[in-house]
């Protein structure tokens, strides 16, 4: 059975770091594309980045250069740091498996992150 | 990047009816556009790839149509279950991107 985990969501002031892990089973991070999505209060889903089979990486243009999307094969987990956080990067992330780099096909629980002071 | 533009944003509808959302993008998809169903609370929930085809599990009361720029997702009689946002998403070209979302609301 697929299942996607993130964790590592949290309260963090503007200008810090986190890094959220999404923990895949029932596939590997290695083999398929992998994405990070969030969903702002009150506003709609934003497509955040994905990190490909090959292993390249593409972003979002209000994330690219601050966040980083990595994986570790040996702990089937996909990661995504968080740098020089902002009041509104504020949403819940969710990681999901991109099948064939075509559809969102299963989606993990969501973690949230809240950038306040 | 492309843009993706949802209509209407937010529609009211009462149980049994038929309702349709559309989805145009700023230029040619070549068939790479999904449909989501997002709750509040919940993980999206893919209904429909590559345009028009259906995702195992999902109702088939739920289709999907078009192709080139315009699509559209047609619920053909809605159940109270059905009351949610629904989203369009864009596949084709980095970026992905989403159109902003139609709000399905009880009549």
């Given amino acids: ?117 | 990047d492309v843009q993706m533009t949802q209509s209407p944003s937010s529609l009211s509808a009462s149980v049994g009816d038929r309702v349709t959302f559309t989805c145009r993008a700023s230029q040619s998809l070549n068939g790479y556009l999904s449909w989501y169903q997002h709750k509040p609370g919940k993980a999206p929930k893919l209904l429909i790839y590559a345009a028009s085809s259906l995702q195992s599990g999902v109702p088939s009361r739920f289709s999907g149509s078009g192709s080139g720029t315009d699509f559209t997702l047609t619920i053909s009689s809605l159940q109270p279950e059905d009351f949610a946002t629904y989203y369009c998403q864009q596949t084709y070209t980095t970026p992905l991107t989403f159109g902003q979302g139609t709000k399905l609301e009880i009549k």
């Fill in chain 1, 1 to 117: 059975e697929v299942q996607l985990v993130e964790s590592g969501g949290g309260l963090i002031q503007p200008g810090g770091s986190l890094r959220l892990s999404c923990a895949a089973s029932g596939f590997t991070v290695s083999g398929n594309y992998v994405s990070w999505v969030r969903q702002t209060p009150g506003k709609g889903l934003e497509w955040v980045a994905v990190i490909y089979s090959g292993g390249s990486t593409y972003y979002g243009d209000s994330v690219k250069g601050r966040f980083t999307i990595s994986r570790d094969n040996s702990k089937n987990t996909v990661y995504l740091q968080m740098n020089s956080l902002r009041a509104e990067d504020t949403a819940v992330y969710y990681c999901a498996r991109l099948y064939s780099g075509s559809y969102m096909d299963y989606w993990g629980q969501g973690t949230l992150v809240t950038v306040s002071s």
